[in-house]
């Protein structure tokens, strides 16, 4: 069965990918240098799998690894997951992030060309969309307008560097998939999201707040232009986004192919807090504070593209995603 090297594979939507991608009959290598995971993942994946994929410790930023792995192995596509993801950071340390995004993509991508790997899907996300006056956003829409954070530029570079590759090589195929809000985890509780350092995104805060780490939910702005005032998301279950990568392959085609992973549904911080005490049982402590600079107040996919092309659809609720997280919480405390 061909090969397929999973970048990131460790970490949270990768992993999730990389249990779909098994389901499929694909053999699987990661490359992670487990800057935001642990290689216990892979014990994980195997007792859910009952496969372990190869594993190979490697930094996008060291090009001569890179490109030793790709000499040794011959893939049939690349899954690119790997790079930093944290916002209020990326404004705090641009370099790093352009560093690690940018130049980890483009070394990966010279690897390939020298290899002769022509395949690549990408995780991008709805920041490259920015702040427009619309209630979804579709694929057809302008991408890289003012855009408030480091990160959300890397992911519109990248998606940028990606067309012009397309564009010199007719053999070249790139799916940009733009995700929305991916919560939830695999229903074993097995894998999860389990960030090393202080999370910032709502759903791992809320778990710290269940677990009593942190004394109550801070949601910044009750006065945004939303029916109750906080902000509203798209959020996707991570086995549906997972499966929307498995949908991709079966569609990839010379040229750029970019999709949204949404859902199309907007919820709000305050529908995410009933939502959790209705599955849990338990009152989640909450306080609304002001506004965080960059927030905008309402971002939803319109994913008719990916639901037209990909024959693609989220299943999940944000009560199952609920339930799948209290699950993974459950099991890493015990
Ligand atoms: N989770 C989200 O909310 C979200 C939303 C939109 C897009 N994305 C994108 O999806 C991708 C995966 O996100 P995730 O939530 O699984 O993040 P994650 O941090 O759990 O996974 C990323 C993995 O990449 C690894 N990594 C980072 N830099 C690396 C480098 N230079 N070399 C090798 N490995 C490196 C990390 O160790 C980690 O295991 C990222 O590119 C992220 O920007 C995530």
Request: glycine share 8%; aromatic share 8%.
């Amino acid at each position: 069965m061909e090969r397929i090297l999973v970048t990131g594979g460790t970490g949270y939507i990768g992993s999730h990918t990389v249990l779909e991608l098994y389901k499929q009959g694909y053999d699987i290598d990661i490359l992670d240098n487990l800057v935001n995971s642990k290689i216990t993942v892979l014990d994980k994946i195997e007792q859910l799998a009952g496969k372990r994929p190869d594993f190979y410790n490697i930094d996008l930023r060291d090009f001569d690894k890179l490109n030793q792995l790709f000499e040794e192995h011959q893939y049939y596509l690349v899954i690119h997951f790997a790079g930093f993801k944290a916002v209020g950071e990326s404004v705090a340390k641009p370099l790093e992030y352009y560093e690690n995004n940018v130049t980890g993509t483009l070394n990966l991508l010279k690897c390939m060309k020298a290899h002769q790997v022509n395949k690549i899907i990408f995780s991008s996300s709805a920041t490259v969309y920015g702040n427009q006056p619309v209630s979804k956003y579709d694929e057809s829409m302008p991408t890289g307008i003012d855009l408030s954070n480091p990160y959300g530029k890397t992911k519109y570079m990248i998606e940028e560097i990606l067309k012009d590759t397309a564009q010199s090589d007719p053999s070249f195929s790139a799916t940009i998939l733009r995700y929305f809000n991916p919560i939830g985890n695999h229903e074993s509780g097995l894998l999860g999201e389990d960030p090393n350092g202080i999370p910032n995104n709502l759903m791992p805060i809320i778990m710290k707040v269940a677990k009593g780490e942190i004394p109550e939910l801070q949601i910044y702005g009750g006065d945004y232009d939303t029916p109750d005032g906080t902000c509203l998301r798209d959020y996707i279950h991570v086995v549906d986004l997972a499966a929307g990568h498995i949908a991709a392959i079966a569609k990839m085609r010379p040229g750029i192919s970019i999709y949204n992973l949404g859902t199309g549904k907007a919820t709000s911080v305050l529908e995410m807090v009933q939502a959790f005490e209705k599955v849990s049982g338990q009152k989640l402590s909450h306080s609304i504070v002001a506004r965080r600079p960059g927030d905008l107040a309402a971002v939803c996919a319109d994913p008719s593209k990916a639901e037209r092309e990909l024959d693609w659809h989220a299943t999940h609720s944000i009560e199952d995603a609920m339930r799948d997280t209290l699950t993974f919480l459950r099991a890493s405390a015990s």
